[in-house]
């Protein structure tokens, strides 16, 4: 999509400090960070949200699972633990509209969210 910022960096036309890659997945640094770690997790392609996902292929969310996982090793967070958060739609503070699962880690995290 022409005018979303996660398609641009998955095609690498915005730049990103990208964290890992696959041909179906992207994995980067969250720009405005909510905690010591935290990356952004999404498909390439243009999925809006969960509901979304739903309806592709099984091995996409898989995928995502394991960048999840693999994002979380390689940033030291796997052993203490982190949050995986996918922000959907208006009442869920979704701001922009491509698929994508924070992860945050390296501090103590509090619940309920905001
Ligand atoms: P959400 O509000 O759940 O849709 O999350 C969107 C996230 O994208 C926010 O945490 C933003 O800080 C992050 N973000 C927006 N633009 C960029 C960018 N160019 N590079 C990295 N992260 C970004």
């Known amino acids: ?10 095609q690498g036309t915005i730049p990103a400090q990208k964290i890992l890659e696959t041909d179906t997945v992207v994995a980067f640094m969250d720009i405005a960070p909510q905690a010591p770690v935290h990356g952004l997790v999404a498909p390439k392609a243009h999925i809006r949200n969960v509901v979304e996902l739903a309806a592709h ?3 996409l969310s898989q995928e995502l699972v394991v960048a999840i996982a693999e994002f979380a090793r390689q940033s030291g967070i796997s052993d203490d633990g982190f949050r995986v958060v996918a ?3 208006d009442d ?7 698929l994508h699962f924070h992860v945050l880690g390296g501090r103590s995290m509090t619940w309920p969210p905001g």
Request: with cysteine.
């Open 92 to 98: 869920g503070g979704q701001s922009v509209d491509h």
């Open 1 to 10: 999509m022409t005018d979303c910022i996660i398609c641009k960096i998955a």
């Open 57 to 59: 292929s099984p091995d």
């Open 87 to 89: 922000n959907t739609g």
